[in-house]
């Protein structure tokens, strides 16, 4: 018999493809090769943290398997969302944002990761991804902050 955790935990497992795929098909769809690059070397950055993370933590799952810390459904999804959020804007990152947020709670209620597992996630695809993408066009509005200051930076790319 099927449990509700079970429609969950593959929802999950089906939004981390969707959500780099639709990173990638988004700059596609943009004619925006620069951005698809940018995309790449996020994903590949995100791939590497996260298994490097993973073999050399080595952490038990809540389930009794192996190799739990750092969650990598929820890294690649965070990594997409991040993406697009900083290339294309809040309105591509909300839901996208929101997809992922579904995946890292998906991982931890299907008993296969702790809570600090997906953070972790979160933070090696939010990381990446920031590093790496730049504005597509229009006006962007980044915080910024650092030792004895914060506020915000506003641009513009044409």
Not at 103 to 115: C, D, G, I, Q, T
Not at 117 to 124: C, E, H, I
């Given at each position: 018999m099927a449990r509700a955790g079970d429609d969950i935990e593959l929802a999950g497992t089906v939004l981390q493809y969707v959500l780099p795929t639709a990173a990638g098909a988004t700059a596609v769809g943009h004619r925006d090769f620069k951005g698809l690059l940018e995309f790449g070397e996020s994903f590949a950055l995100t791939e590497g943290a996260t298994y490097g993370l993973k073999y050399a933590i080595n952490e038990r799952r809540p389930n009794g398997g192996n190799y739990s810390f750092p969650s990598a459904h929820t890294s690649v999804s965070f990594c997409g969302a991040e993406f697009l959020r900083k290339r294309y804007g809040w309105v591509w990152?909300?839901?996208?944002?929101?997809?992922?947020?579904?995946?890292?709670?998906?991982?931890?209620?299907?008993?296969?990761?702790?809570?600090?597992?997906?953070?972790?996630?979160?933070?090696?695809?939010?990381?990446?991804?920031?590093?790496?993408?730049?504005?597509?066009k229009g006006w962007n509005i980044t915080p910024e902050a650092g030792p004895g200051f914060w506020g915000v930076v506003v641009s513009r790319r044409w």
């Open positions: 990152g909300v839901p996208a944002y929101a997809a992922a947020s579904f995946v890292a709670y998906s991982r931890v209620e299907s008993n296969n990761h702790w809570a600090w597992d997906v953070m972790g996630g979160a933070a090696v695809g939010i990381v990446s991804s920031y590093i790496f993408t730049r504005p597509y």
